[in-house]
T-cell receptor
């Protein structure tokens, strides 16, 4: 009965590799997000998709490419991983127009780039 | 008491005390505010929200106060329990589906 799920929970990889993180929500929401949380716990929005369309793209390197095959899924692919990409990545979802925009978060994926 | 350390501001309280966590927001046009709780190793979890046409909202053991004049939000937790230990974030809805998060406050509850 998990609302927002992410896989994998932990990801350890070498610099220069390409990796993907998957996210799924079963809340029937129309909007999904990716956030990056740094070592100081600061949460920063990266992307937002509404009904599979990109609506927010913050200043994120183009090595990061989100893909939304349907409105229940938003995956994050990262090319040529760098040390500074190490962080916890959270997926979230919300229903626009309902509840003022309350977002529900997944459990996070801790990415460590060596 | 409350202190600003090298990383997150930290509030240390004894079990059973009331806790008050403060947040200053930036956008006077924001019309919706949310408090989230993040436990270690987990994602942020919704606690309580408030719209800008209200100045107080109560939940179970939690109260959120909104002062739009000084752009200040607070979260009050009554009878704090060890399970309340976590990082607390305020977030403001600053347009369309965008939430802007504050820096977070770590609450440490000792038995």
């Amino acid at each position: 009965d998990t609302a927002v799920s992410q896989t994998p929970k932990y990801l350890v990889t070498q610099m220069g590799n390409d990796k993907s993180i998957k996210c799924e929500q079963n809340l029937g929401h129309d909007t999904m997000y990716w956030y990056k949380q740094d070592s100081k716990k600061f949460l920063k929005i990266m992307f937002s998709y509404n009904n599979k369309e990109l609506i927010i793209n913050e200043t994120v390197p183009n090595r990061f490419s989100p893909k939304s095959p349907d409105k229940a899924h938003l995956n994050l692919h990262i090319n040529s991983l760098e040390l500074g990409d190490s962080a916890v990545y959270f997926c979230a979802s919300s229903q626009i127009g309902v509840g003022g925009g309350t977002q529900y978060f997944g459990p996070g994926t801790r990415l460590t780039v060596l | 008491g409350e202190s600003v350390g090298l990383h997150l501001p930290t509030l240390s309280v004894q079990e059973g005390d009331n806790s008050i966590i403060n947040c200053a927001y930036s956008n006077s046009a924001s019309d919706y505010f949310i408090w989230y709780k993040q436990e270690s190793g987990k994602g942020p979890q919704f606690i309580i929200d408030i719209r800008s046409n209200m100045d107080k909202r109560q939940g179970q053991r939690v109260t959120v106060l909104l002062n739009k004049t000084v752009k200040h939000l607070s979260l009050q937790i009554a009878a704090t329990q060890p399970g309340d230990s976590a990082v607390y974030f305020c977030a403001e809805n600053s347009g369309y589906s965008t939430l802007t998060f504050g820096k977070g406050t770590m609450l440490l509850v000792s038995p």
